[in-house]
């Protein structure tokens, strides 16, 4: 379906979006970074012309589409609280956000569309999205001080991949 030239172009601007997220000093510039990166990893999902990698593809979209949103429903919430109210507690958004961040790194308990994705990729495509494609998100998640949270996450991902 694609070029090698456009292929590049996909790569290169999922890589930007990458260092975005990594380099943003605010929430709202790591948010555009990570959407730079979903819209230009979903064209390279579909690179081949069966079912499944476009079945894979729209998972994928929806999935991380549900992420975002909820990722932007967090932001303004701390930055609400950071400028009028004091109401909000912060472990509150603080969790929200690590949960978006996890929905969008497929990490456990979050990771019912991993599976199902990962059956209709090629393999280049199932290693970055393996790989490459978490980065951000797990960066992200480190600036947060939610340690029980973490420890829940990694405890289910361990028991859950031992199964």
Do not use: C, D, R
Not at 14 to 30: D, E, K, R
Not at 40 to 51: A, D, K, R, V
Not at 107 to 123: S, V
Request: aromatic share 10%; hydrophobic share 55%.
């Amino acid at each position: 379906m694609f070029n090698k030239s456009s292929k590049i172009l996909f790569l290169m601007t999922m890589m930007m979006g990458t260092i975005i997220t990594v380099s943003a000093n605010s929430w709202l510039g790591a948010w555009m970074g990570l959407e730079i990166n979903l819209l230009s990893f979903i064209p390279l999902l579909s690179e081949t012309n069966n079912f499944k990698s476009t079945e894979a593809s729209l998972k994928y979209f929806l999935t991380q589409a549900l992420a975002s949103t909820v990722l932007l429903f967090s932001v303004i919430l701390m930055m609400m609280k950071n400028s009028m109210i004091n109401e909000v507690n912060n472990s509150f958004i603080s969790m929200i956000t690590i949960s978006a961040l996890l929905l969008k790194s497929g990490a456990a308990p979050f990771h019912f569309w991993f599976p199902n994705l990962m059956e209709g990729l090629t393999w280049m495509n199932a290693l970055m999205l393996m790989t490459w494609q978490k980065i951000a998100p797990l960066m992200l998640i480190s600036y947060l001080n939610m340690k029980s949270l973490m420890i829940l996450s990694i405890t289910l991902s361990v028991a859950i991949g031992a199964l």
